[in-house]
């Protein structure tokens, strides 16, 4: 024995374990949210700061939660390719991960108290939805996450609720636009998990972890990858163009070739670490999306 004490979890890697790629999934929708606020003259600074942080808040707390459940699970081993998970390498207890869990919840609800002030309690409704949502996909008695239904959660509130719930809050009003921008937004969102859990399928299958990768298998996984991302900009051309969101939002349907890389790689059957970068290119992909159709969106042109 060495008699070296363990390593104690340092900032940077408590910003890891926040994630910090999957992020714009939480930033993303509300751009577009708000940009379609500010295109109908509704826009709130104050609801536009309070969402963002909000969703922001609730999608670290779920990357600290699924840190520390996957490790109670046995779904983080040794050989698991990906970003480190402080509880499974030991450089933080579950205890420790679940106070952090509470405190970045803690931050979320605050900015749920202020929006609740804005908008009323719908707000709250949406707020307790999307704190269970979160703890109950790798956490309680029955995950989610294990039983392949990971991405319809993920496009249900990273998508529908997140981008409709960030443009109600300004004005207490949901128009068709944002309903209708909010499916490819969730069907970005759903392809960084999809991205994600293709890399780990081989640890999530031996941990019994049943995600939809795992169940649907390499092919059909690279088959859903593809119509997850191309689908989103088609889904945003044939909107704009059939004038149900403003016309300027097609510019965003421009972006698809930025999906063509991480499409080839996940196609051509490449495996662990050479996934890696899969990952941070599909949240790349819907946060450039946001940016563009929360700016197109703001014109408020629909001639």
Known sequence: MSGEAPRRAKVHDWVEAGRPRTLPAAAAPVLVGSGLAAGEGTFRLDAFLGALIGALAIQVAANFANDASDAVRGADPPDRVGPRRLVASGLVTAKSMRVATAAALAVAAAAGVWLTVIAGWVVVVIGVASVLAMLTY???????????????????????????????????????????????????????????????????????????????????????????????????????????????????????????????????????VALIPVLGQTARLELWTGVVLGLTASSGSWA
């Open 138 to 272: 790798v956490g309680g008695p029955l995950p989610y996450g294990y039983r392949g239904m990971g991405e319809l959660f993920v496009f249900v509130f990273f998508g529908l609720v997140a981008t409709v719930g960030s443009r109600y809050v300004h004005d207490m009003t949901t128009p068709m636009a944002a309903w209708v921008l909010a499916a490819p937004m969730g069907m970005l969102a759903a392809a960084i998990l999809v991205a994600n859990n293709r890399r780990d399928i081989d640890t999530d299958a031996r941990a019994g972890k049943r995600t939809l990768a795992v169940v649907l298998g390499r092919a059909s996984t690279a088959r859903l990858y593809a119509i997850l991302t191309y689908g989103a900009f088609a889904a945003i051309a044939i909107a704009a163009t059939a004038g149900m969101t403003p016309r300027t939002t097609v510019f965003a349907a421009l972006l698809a070739p930025l999906a063509v890389g991480p499409n080839r790689s996940i196609s051509a059957g490449l495996e662990g």
